[in-house]
């Protein structure tokens, strides 16, 4: 069993950054690939990020390219999602997951992930 808790969120200006953290308990994190999702109002839940257990392969949603870097420190059992260049665009409730099939690949949809944290809030204004 893991529970996550996301933090970081808030509102920020168009072309501002934000560093979303997933404090992760429990003493397998450092064996599960760990992703970012976010789901905007009306719309559905969408991939943003993945890493690999290790944190040696990352994985990004096109829109987010070159702007958005996911990172974990197993040490301290969190994940991290750098945004910078944030856009109106970008505005939405942001969840992190763990997938928990031991050392695997990280996927790219919500169903492939087993644990969820509750959500956190980024609002960009133009």
């Known amino acids: 069993q893991v529970q996550l808790v996301e933090s970081g969120g808030g509102l920020v200006q168009a072309g501002g950054s934000l560093r979303l953290s997933c404090a992760a308990s429990?003493?397998?994190?450092?064996?599960?690939?760990m992703g970012w999702f976010r789901q905007a109002p009306g719309k559905e839940r969408e991939f943003v990020a993945a890493?690999?257990?290790?944190?040696?392969?990352?994985y990004y949603t096109d829109a987010v390219k070159g702007r958005f870097t996911i990172s974990r420190d197993n040490a301290k059992n969190t994940l991290y999602l750098q945004m910078n260049n944030l856009n109106p665009e970008d505005t939405a409730l942001y969840y992190c997951?763990?997938?928990?099939?031991?050392?695997?690949?990280?996927?790219?949809?919500?169903?492939?992930?087993?644990?969820w944290g509750q959500g956190t809030q980024v609002t960009v204004s133009s």
């Open positions: 997951a763990a997938d928990s099939r031991i050392l695997g690949i990280p996927g790219r949809t919500a169903g492939s992930y087993d644990y």
């Open positions: 429990g003493r397998t994190f450092h064996n599960y690939a």
């Open positions: 890493i690999t257990w290790s944190g040696g392969n990352t």
